[in-house]
């Protein structure tokens, strides 16, 4: 399908043709799919009836320029050409994805990373329905986040002049109390997908006391960041990843207060990793 199919839609956000939908097929929202080439994945959230097939079009007489949009029949296309590709596409026995991280069972070896993909409730459960088998979450800290904006910042030479610009990318924005009430939402509605906390501490005590709520609340498994390098306070992230005798000591610290695995997310902005991953080892990850 191509955007000239659709050239008149307006592409609204709370479109009117999904409020006007009678059986919430959320037709605006495919069709935004469809204007960013996500065709294949808005086939995957259509009913198995048919429901377009008997309506009135009630979706284009709401529509802001009523009788240029062709809805229902973009839908209807989705369903009638889309849709057999697509199925004839998938696996037979999607089974032989199944694999495990440290002996907890995955359903695929697919997972969102730490990152603002996987940083609220929404987009994880989103992933999960699409057939993501689960999310390392967007790591979790008790010092206060302040979003940047621009999100870049200059990297100066030796003489101080700018010779480059390096992307920041925080630590999640949200409190540990709220990151913690998404932990139980998602593993009360998602059971069995693997649920991995990213998480950074200060000192000993917040390693170790993160890594136990975060378990207490649902968390499958820990992840340690020891390789953020845009950290704008010194001994954090890579600083930590950088130096074998914090990876070990933290590494031990967050191990104390959990039971399930625990993996060191390492920095490549060394010489050889094989220090610092040894380290970790030592400490229990």
Not at 40 to 54: G, I, K, M, Q
Not at 108 to 122: A, Q
Not at 193 to 211: C, P, Y
Request: include cysteine; charged fraction near 25%.
């Amino acid at each position: 399908m191509k955007r000239r199919d659709m050239i008149n839609c307006a592409l609204c956000d709370n479109a009117p043709c999904d409020e006007a939908c009678p059986y919430k097929l959320n037709p605006g929202e495919k069709l935004r799919e469809i204007w960013l080439g996500g065709e294949h994945h808005a086939v995957s959230f259509l009913p198995e009836t048919d429901a377009c097939a008997a309506c009135d079009a009630l979706c284009e007489k709401a529509c802001v320029r009523p009788g240029l949009v062709p809805i229902k029949g973009l839908i209807t296309r989705l369903r009638n050409e889309v849709k057999p590709v697509i199925t004839k596409e998938q696996l037979a026995d999607e089974s032989i994805l199944q694999t495990d991280i440290c002996g907890i069972p995955l359903e695929n070896p697919f997972l969102l990373s730490s990152s603002v993909v996987g940083s609220n409730y929404d987009m994880c459960a989103r992933a999960f329905e699409a057939g993501w088998a689960g999310v390392s979450f967007k790591t979790i800290c008790n010092f206060d986040i302040h979003e940047a904006s621009p999100r870049y910042s200059a990297i100066t030479g030796g003489s101080s002049s700018i010779i480059g610009f390096k992307n920041i990318e925080q630590l999640s924005d949200h409190s540990v109390v709220e990151n913690m009430k998404i932990f139980k939402e998602l593993k009360r509605d998602y059971p069995n997908k693997f649920l991995m906390a990213s998480i950074m501490g200060r000192d000993d005590e917040e390693w170790e006391s993160l890594a136990r709520l975060c378990e207490e609340n649902g968390a499958d498994a820990i992840e340690l960041n020891f390789s953020c390098p845009n950290m704008m306070e010194g001994g954090l992230g890579s600083d930590i990843g950088q130096n074998p005798v914090f990876v070990e000591r933290f590494t031990r610290a967050a191990c104390r207060g959990v039971t399930i695995p625990v993996l060191a997310k390492l920095t490549p902005n060394v010489a050889s990793m094989n220090e610092a991953a040894e380290a970790a080892k030592r400490g229990g990850a």
